[in-house]
């Protein structure tokens, strides 16, 4: 009897066991693992090499310089490090709804004016979906063509030849996932751009595991990316992310494109964020801003001051910090509410903030400070659905639970910065002079900041970066412990 092939995979994160197993010892999630039949239609053939490869100075091989495409949009091309890359896939992550077929139709129409062809592959919506996608991006009609999937197969229809595509518009939309259909289009269109929407709804007939199982999308986003290095084709995977922020399935896609980037933001809310996870061509955690409109998803060119609803204090509790986010600086105001608790569990609930991080504040205030919390509920937020990440915004929390505390409130609009170590010192943040600059630009009143940053922020000074509105820029704090930064803030 033929030995079975079978594996199972876990739909979290992709990692095999050649038995079931209730809980992913990779990834940690419960009942992922499902079993897979192991496919090889694709079979890796990388050109055999006729001899043992010769080694050659690694100084003789010239850089290359990668052309660039622009998308359109000047954030999106800033994340993606300058624009798409010929021949380079770009794994576009994000939940359902946050806006990735609408930033990938926009761009695909961006192109198409530049007379660049693109293939779009609308593999999970309808054609009547997408027509008014377009008309709600206002998308010249002239510039697209759709290819229905052929009636009652898998497979889409054959492609019209090249020629008449080019009278036909420059981008062609494939209606489904069929890797073969799909395929032929490439080799026959040769478009600057493909875009795949979703990775997760494309499936090879040649596989015997099922559409949308772990195996399936891998090999078919491995396959097309590999075709579209090949003919030097951008590549852009759209995927969907499940609740818990992992990409289902294709999490083990991030290790074979080139870029990834992730969408964020609430559905409730027009803000979308962008963020660059990983990229060869380019800064990883570089941040684009979008606010989704009725005509599609619009810039926003200096996100600095978006997140914050004026510079004036807002209250007992609020408190400004500058939060450095990729190469950018944004102000966000943290919102601390510390109260009598009422009955039960206390509650230390915060959002955009890591909770620990706000946990280990309130023992520094407590032991160091002598600042008794004793056991009422503390509640930390970020505004605006941002969140924040870094040390840096350690000092702005501390003084947001204080003020909540003890009701006082700032009296001008002030910055605050830095990072708390366990003994109640003040930490040195990095870059402080562009926090520094970016909160003087905003109106901002007067900064506090670690004495560790004075060398720094004086010398930016000195070289007139850091001036504000009103030409001398913000009064500078400077503390080396936290009760003094504290002090300075509420003065004493
Ligand atoms: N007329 C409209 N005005 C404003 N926003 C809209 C409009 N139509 C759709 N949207 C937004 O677009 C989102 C859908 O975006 P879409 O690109 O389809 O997301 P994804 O491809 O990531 O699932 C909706 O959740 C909604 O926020
Ligand atoms: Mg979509």
Request: hydrophobic letters at 40%.
């Amino acid at each position: 009897m033929a030995k079975s092939s079978s594996i199972f995979v876990c739909a979290s994160c992709g990692s095999e066991s050649s038995r079931w197993l209730g809980r992913c010892p990779e990834c940690g999630q419960w009942n992922s693992f499902s079993e897979e039949t192991k496919g090889t239609a694709h079979a890796r053939s990388r050109t055999a090499r006729p001899g043992p490869a010769q080694p050659v100075a690694l100084s003789t091989i010239l850089p290359v310089e990668h052309p660039r495409l622009a998308t359109g949009s000047h954030e999106l091309d800033q994340v993606l490090g300058g624009g798409l890359v010929p021949g380079a896939a770009v794994l576009a992550g994000g939940e359902p709804g946050i806006g990735k077929s609408t930033l990938l139709l926009q761009t695909a129409g961006h192109l198409a004016g530049q007379d660049l062809s693109v293939l779009y592959v609308s593999a999970e919506e309808s054609p009547a979906q997408l027509a008014m996608r377009a008309r709600r991006l206002g998308l010249a009609s002239s510039h697209a063509q759709l290819v229905p999937e052929a009636e009652g197969t898998a497979a889409a229809s054959p492609i019209p030849d090249p020629a008449s595509l080019e009278r036909m518009g420059r981008i062609l939309i494939l209606e489904g996932g069929s890797l073969s259909g799909i395929q032929s289009a490439i080799s026959s269109l040769h478009p600057a751009l493909v875009i795949i929407d979703s990775i997760q709804a494309v499936h090879s007939e040649e596989l015997t595991s099922t559409p949308g199982s772990v195996s399936q999308v891998r090999e078919c986003a491995w396959f097309l990316s590999e075709e579209c290095r090949r003919l030097g084709c951008a590549l852009i995977l759209a995927g969907h992310v499940t609740k818990d922020g992992s990409l289902a399935g294709p999490k083990t896609l991030e290790h074979m494109v080139d870029t990834v980037l992730y969408f964020e933001g609430q559905r409730d809310r027009e803000l979308r964020l962008i963020r660059c996870v990983k990229n060869r061509f380019g800064n990883v955690n570089e941040l684009a801003v979008f606010l989704m409109t009725d005509s599609g998803l619009r810039e926003v060119a200096d996100p600095s001051g978006i997140f914050i609803d004026g510079i004036t204090p807002k209250g007992p509790g609020s408190i400004m910090t500058a939060a450095l986010e990729g190469n950018r600086v944004l102000l966000a105001e943290i919102q601390a509410l510390v109260t009598g608790r009422v009955a039960g569990n206390i509650a230390r609930t915060t959002d955009g903030v890591d909770t620990n991080r706000v946990m280990r504040i309130r023992a520094i205030l407590e032991s160091r400070l002598g600042i008794d919390l004793g056991d009422s509920d503390t509640f930390v937020n970020v505004t605006g659905g941002l969140a924040i990440n870094e040390p840096a915004a350690e000092l702005a929390i501390a003084a947001a639970i204080t003020g909540s505390l003890h009701g006082r409130v700032p009296d001008c609009p002030v910055v605050v910065m830095g990072e708390i170590g366990l003994l109640g010192d003040l930490r040195r943040i990095p870059q402080a002079d562009k926090r520094v600059a970016q909160a003087a630009k905003l109106g901002v009143r007067a900064v506090v900041l670690p004495e560790a940053n004075r060398r720094d922020v004086e010398a930016a000074r000195a070289r007139g970066t850091v001036s504000g509105q009103g030409g001398s820029g913000p009064d500078l704090v400077f503390a080396s412990s936290l009760a003094a930064a504290l002090d300075a803030v509420f003065g004493k």
